[in-house]
């Protein structure tokens, strides 16, 4: 009788692990773990779970755990708890700091410490789950809780490598189990700067918030207005970008209220002119579970990201419409960019900045002079000479006089046999110097011919390209770390070059293009409009 029911104990226990660890009772490609026999009953008993589960390829992390230890308890010696544990109970507790959420790592109820030594089958089943728990919430702060592709699928840097094993025996080793396990988290700053602004968001939530501000109100509100919304404005504004003193008027829109919204237009890629518009007003009316919500988000992207990044490097984050170059992991330059129209986004990825183009020519692609050049010429037929466009014959390669041509029979839909080439010059869409990485969608960065736009809050007005608003100073940087440039001697050598001057670089620099909808330094939180829409499925599986 006695072994019946220790038979039924044990292949209980086997079914259970089974729904707590990611193994399988069989399938295409699964193969059976073999364990050799451990030292101690405990030992015995984890060695003969593990055995009796089949493992799918690539989950291996739990049996080189226990491999790497001979099979012996992490958590256990001798049937009585060890201290570390604590560290895992404390890691797990502040998960939600990093976006996660403490539940999906929670160990089992543990016996007292005044207890007897725990049986070696209960020691078996207790160290599997906390160790299942603290290897799960390792791989989530390491690679992020989602695979990319089922949450984001425009989602295109390849991030190299997985967590070793190794990691939790040599933190068991030295005995720092809960700053390995924050070791996993990323170690750029930036992330950093998330979780900070996490942080006090989440209790600026358990105080209650920011209150909320109206929907619909006067179309313009600013300095020395008077009107009932502005004592809105000032709760709201007193909360998250005051502090705003208290007046005899509250209705009086004064310059601690212009301050405020100021800072809280720039918090949210507004241009900060202190003005109460349509704009400010939807950015005003968004909860704080929201901006909660698009923090956890660029945390869980940012875990997507390579964790060796180069020592220096350009990245662009799309929504923000703006691009930094760090060096040594220190934003040292920032600028605002253009970016790419709804219907022809800018994609996510990364490369190296390998050569510039100097006085570039404009090799236009073919959608782009079916879709927007052709329509402006049949408007405007002097619109290719005056762009310095010249057209050529696609097939024979021979230029073409645009005036002899019937530019009414070509337009979407309709085979284009001319290609068209912009000249180096003042009308150039590609201004006076463009940035080369290999890259699969025929992406640059490049100056720009109409500054202007820079100006406006939404600058999604590109065909995926980046424009970039100090190009000059992003090419002194870059060939600064070769010997020092200044920008204005990239300016002479621009003004000094022949058309087209391909200037290869010494040494490359590596280039991301991201897509993050919450940004941070070590001062604020920063907001901005999910413009391509692709923060909706990230944001709705995030619990």
């Given amino acids: 009788h006695y072994d019946d029911v220790l038979a039924a104990c044990r ?23 073999a364990s050799p026999v451990a030292a101690d009953p405990a030992g015995r008993a984890i060695a003969e779970h593990l055995a009796g589960a089949v493992q799918r390829r690539g989950d291996g992390a739990i049996q080189a755990v226990y491999e790497s230890r001979d099979f012996r308890p992490v958590w256990f010696e001798n049937g009585q708890l060890r201290g570390r544990l604590e560290e895992v109970v404390g890691a797990i507790g502040i998960a939600d700091l990093h976006g996660l959420n403490p539940a999906d790592y929670r160990v089992p109820v543990m016996p007292g410490s005044d207890a007897s030594a725990v049986p070696p089958e209960e020691v078996a089943r207790l160290d599997l789950l906390i160790t299942g728990a603290v290897l799960r919430l390792a791989a989530d702060l390491r690679d992020g809780r989602f695979r990319p592709v089922d ?41 950093r700067y998330l979780q900070r602004a996490l942080e006090r968001h989440m209790a600026l939530k358990a105080a209650g918030g920011w209150p909320s501000f109206g929907v619909s109100g006067p179309r313009r509100l600013e300095l020395g207005d008077t009107h009932p919304q502005v004592t809105e404005l000032r709760a709201r504004l007193a909360v998250s970008d005051g502090p705003i003193a208290q007046v005899a008027d509250p209705e009086l829109f004064d310059g601690d209220v212009e301050a405020a919204l100021k800072r809280f237009q720039r918090r949210h890629g507004l241009n900060d002119d202190g003005i109460l518009g349509r704009r400010t007003r939807s950015a005003l009316v968004v909860d704080i579970d929201q901006r909660i919500r698009q923090l956890r988000a660029s945390m869980e992207r940012w875990r997507w990201m390579p964790r060796e990044m180069g020592a220096d490097y350009v990245l662009v984050n799309v929504p923000v419409q703006r691009l930094w170059v760090y060096e040594n992991d220190e934003a040292v330059l920032s600028m605002r960019t253009i970016v790419g129209k709804y ?87 590609l201004g006076s110097i463009k940035f080369m990485f290999p890259n699969p969608y025929g992406v640059y960065l490049h100056d720009t011919s109409t500054p202007s736009l820079f100006r406006k809050d939404d600058r999604f007005f590109s065909s995926g390209c980046i424009r970039v608003e100090k190009p000059l100073e992003l090419a002194s940087s870059v060939l600064s770390r070769q010997e020092p440039t200044p920008p204005e001697k990239v300016g002479a050598m621009i003004a000094a070059a022949p058309a087209n001057r391909h200037l290869t670089l010494e040494r490359t620099m590596p280039l991301y293009v ?30």
């Fill in 514 to 543: 991201v897509y993050m909808t919450a940004w941070a330094d070590e001062k604020d939180a920063y907001f901005y409009n999910d413009f391509y829409k692709r923060d909706s499925k990230l944001l709705n599986s995030i619990n």
């Fill in 343 to 429: 219907k022809r986004q800018t994609p996510t990825f990364s490369s190296e900045l390998t050569y510039f183009v100097l006085k570039p020519k404009w090799y236009v692609p073919t959608s782009i002079a079916v879709k927007d050049l052709v329509p402006k010429v049949q408007r405007d037929p002097e619109y290719y000479r005056r762009g310095s466009f010249t057209v050529y014959d696609r097939e024979s390669g021979e230029q073409v006089d645009p005036d002899l041509v019937d530019w009414s029979a070509y337009g979407v839909g309709r085979e284009f046999p001319f290609r068209l080439i912009q000249d180096a010059g003042r009308r150039n869409a």
């Fill in 151 to 191: 949450v984001d699928a425009k989602w295109r840097i390849a991030k190299s490598g997985r967590a070793e094993p190794e990691w939790f025996a040599r933190a068991v080793r030295d005995d720092n189990i809960g700053a390995a396990i924050d070791g996993m988290a990323p170690p750029h700053p930036q992330y």
């Fill in 11 to 33: 292949s209980h226990l086997r079914w259970l692990l089974l729904l707590v660890f990611p193994f399988v009772a069989a399938g295409a490609g699964a193969e059976s773990v």
